[in-house]
């Protein structure tokens, strides 16, 4: 039985949870779910560009577990966008809290 997964620390939920193309309908559209610690790896690493084991740091995560985290995220992120899918944030084991 493999250890429970340690909580990641996120500082926000997002404030929007579903992307798709535009003038798709959502019958016809695959989802690409990306979880909420995936999402706040993206914007710790890509939007806010800290290095990864600040990132890691912050997310009360080690290293290689954040590297093996924005791996999958940005994978997902691609798979969205080159084949036209949507991407939905959703759950994770994650905890909310405010930084100073």
């Excluded at 500082?11 to 706040?40: A, C, H, W």
């Amino acid at each position: 039985m493999p250890r429970p997964r340690r909580c990641r620390y996120i500082r926000q939920r997002p404030g929007i949870t579903y992307f798709k193309p535009t003038g798709v309908p959502m019958r016809n559209l695959e989802d690409s779910v990306l979880s909420i610690d995936e999402f706040e790896a993206i914007r710790l690493k890509d939007l806010l560009c800290h290095e990864q084991g600040k990132c890691a740091k912050e997310m009360n995560i080690s290293q290689p577990t954040f590297c093996r985290l924005i791996i999958a995220a940005r994978k997902k992120v691609a798979d969205a966008i080159v084949f036209g899918k949507a991407i939905r944030i959703v759950g994770g084991n994650v905890h909310f809290r405010k930084y100073e």
